[in-house]
């Protein structure tokens, strides 16, 4: 591959518009005139030239009467206590929340030992009521009766049927 520089041209090419001709004042505008006239009034143009300006006048009636404003209900107390307390309130709430993003780590580390403190008290509520268990059963010696009764009962095409059942266990301590 052959590279070869390029060179820019030796003037860059700009636009540049000619100057507008422009006409007369006095001919291009009907409300100018270069000789002066009753009711008008004598301006000096930008090129210079003197010209009269044909304005016609209003006569203001009077000051305009303003439309009334509606009248506002005043603010109630419990709005301007709000709008003064939000600044405050929301810096509490953005520092409460910066101090515990720096206690995020020691609040992790107290988790951790209540719930550590928790799998030791299921723990030890666990062994004690065995050990109560235990201990009944080898204090104790009388026997415990249970009783339970059941009923059935059965309807077929020609007939119906009943039958109850009655089981009794005696256990010894």
């Known amino acids: 591959m052959d590279v070869t520089a390029r060179?820019?041209?030796?003037?860059?090419?700009?636009?540049r518009p000619e100057p507008v001709e422009t006409a007369a004042l006095a001919t291009t505008l009907p409300y100018l005139s270069p000789v002066p006239i009753p009711g008008a009034v004598e301006a000096v143009t930008p090129n210079g030239a003197r010209v009269w300006l044909l304005v016609s006048r209003i006569e203001p009636t009077g000051p305009a009467a303003a439309p009334a404003a509606p009248q506002s209900a005043p603010v109630p107390a419990w709005a301007k206590t709000t709008a003064l307390l939000a600044l405050s309130l929301s810096g509490s709430s953005v520092l409460g929340a910066y101090a515990l993003g720096l206690f995020a780590e020691g609040l992790a580390a107290l988790v951790a030992s209540l719930v550590l403190l928790a799998k030791f008290a299921f723990v030890l509520a666990l062994v004690l009521g065995l050990f109560v268990?235990?201990?009944?059963?080898?204090?104790?010696?009388g026997s415990v009766t249970a009783e339970a009764t059941s009923t059935a009962t059965a309807r077929g095409l020609f007939a119906k049927a009943t039958a109850t059942a009655t089981a009794t266990a005696i256990a010894k301590k």
């Open 7 to 15: 060179t820019a041209p030796a003037e860059p090419v700009l636009y």
């Open 133 to 141: 268990v235990v201990v009944k059963r080898r204090a104790g010696g």
